[in-house]
């Protein structure tokens, strides 16, 4: 097939894994990445590795809903056992059910802020799912994010997040002053070797910068209950954070005078100040090449916090010897791919629609702008024929202020954003 028989079918595949709601894909697991991050997850706790996936079929034409249906999501989740693999009793007398959740909002004993009061289980005051929805009923929001680890190269899934912002709840406790920041941990089998707790500096909690949608207790994933196995019922979500930062099965929020994070993921080597990247990676490698034959790529890009101008493609013989001092590739020959526009029909989501007021939508549900920040973009290239040979094929994407992957932050325990190396075979 030549190139432009190729994204024809691109373009015909995409519409039509878009038009059928609930096509049961894998999570996005680039070809490239899958045995990389496993390896790169090595760093965490050995819950957090995700499980062996099989190759696509057929990279490229996968029918995936933009939106990750909810069984389809990469689980990474610590714990012995996993919460969400308690039995239903359990779930319920642990608080892990919709009508059993209580939240307890408190005072840092070691490090007090000054609050009018507590809700504490204690006196009976803890927040529950009933009264959380009732904050929803005034102030709950809903935005798209890409669900990604910090230790591993591809996103978990995209989702719809809906809650209710967690300064919503914070101001339930009339804090006064000594206030800083706010810990908060979830259910760890009552083991407190087990917890996993994060942090956030208080601002960021009250006012949101720019664009960003705010920080939220979510109880619903695309227009779902949020399930156990994500986080249910109720669970953190920080838009513009690398996972680890939304803690699930949520009981204990903290409020601090701590003037500094204290996340248990600072433990293992990470930098737990560093939002999302932006990378691209190919999904679609060359299809079985023919020497004088197009070839057809393509793949999806994570939009970071600093946005997405476009992504290229580069190839260039695998014998080749690289030059010297150039560890980010510059120098190979990049030509820009195509971004794909924003789907029409959103997969996942009731009807395939994006409901009112979803933050970055119009009233219509549309983007207001394409591609969005935290969400995955799709691309495709057309490379030109090519002699019989190996071959290397890299993808990196230019964000919004012109900086090329990896920059501007290329350490990996900020997150992956590595350039993808594939090597393929043109035969004659
Ligand atoms: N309570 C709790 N929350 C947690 C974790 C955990 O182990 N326990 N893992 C975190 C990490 S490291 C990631 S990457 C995300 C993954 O979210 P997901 O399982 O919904 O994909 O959850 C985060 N929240
Ligand atoms: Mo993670």
Redo the contacts with the bound molecule.
Sequence with gaps: MNGDDFLAEHARLTRRFFLQAGVAAAAIAPFGTVAAAETEAKG??K??RPAPRAKPEKAGARGEPYFTPTED???????KPV?HSLPEEKLREVGLTRDTWRLEVISDPDKPAKLGKQLTRADDTALDFAALLKLGERHSVRFPKV??????GCP??MGLWEGVPLREVAWLTKPREDLRRVFY????NDDPKQM?R?SLPIGRVLEDPYDLPPVILCYKLNGQWLDA???GPV?IVVPEA???K????LTHLVLSNIAHANDT?GEQNNDVDSPLKTFAAVLAPPADPKAGEKIAVSGYAQVGISGLTKVQVSVEPADKPRPEGDPYFTTAPWVDAELLPAPTDWGALDGGRIPPQTHGFDSSGRPKHWPLRLTNAHWTAVLPALPAGKYVLRSRTIDEKGHAQPLPRPFRKSGHAAIESITFTVKA
């Design positions: 965490e706790n819950n957090d999501f990469r689980d990474v989740s610590r714990g919460p669900m990604t680890c910090l230790n591993i978990l899934g941990w979830g259910y760890h996993f994060s196995e994500r986080g669970r690398y996972g680890f939304s803690i699930k099965w993921y």
